[in-house]
Nanobody, 131 residues
Framework: EERLVESGGGSVQAGGTLTLTCTVSGFTFDLSDVGWWRQGARNACDPVASIITDGTIHYADAVKGRFIISQDNAKNTVTLQMNSLKPEDTAVYYC?????????????????????????WGQGTQVTVSS
């Protein structure tokens, strides 16, 4: 069964750290692009970080230097370590997988998280950062 399951969300004060984990099953994991997206108060779905199959890693400008994405092919997991969190990081965070590795995940715009059919999505996990 093809599934993505996120864990690790929660509430933290500004400046704190949270780590999100996405566990993937039913896919050829190391042949897929994977990443994290978020949907916040503006209701926009924005890419946060992604790993392309050639090893390229992309970060949104808003999180560069604070967030770290990593992939463990042995465990089929994608992890997002979020440091120095800010209130504006508050959002529902989604794990996404592109099974045909188009390399376009950092550049896709104007979509609704979990409703873009080119990708597989997790159920989302809430991250709340208080000031």
């Amino acid at each position: 069964e093809e599934r993505l399951v996120e864990s690790g969300g929660g509430s933290v004060q500004a400046g704190g750290t949270l780590t999100l984990t996405c566990t993937v099953s039913g896919f050829t994991f190391d042949l897929s692009d994977v990443g994290w997206w978020r949907q916040g108060a503006r209701n926009a779905c924005d890419p946060v970080a992604s790993i392309i199959t050639d090893g390229t890693i992309h970060y949104a400008d808003a999180v560069k230097g604070r967030f770290i994405i990593s992939q463990d092919n042995a465990k089929n997991t994608v992890t997002l370590q979020m440091n120095s969190l800010k209130p504006e990081d508050t959002a529902v965070y989604y794990c996404a997988l592109d099974p045909i590795s188009t390399g376009r995940m950092p550049y896709v715009e104007g979509i609704q998280c979990a409703n873009f059919d080119d990708y597989y999505w997790g159920q989302g996990t809430q991250v709340t950062v208080s000031s």
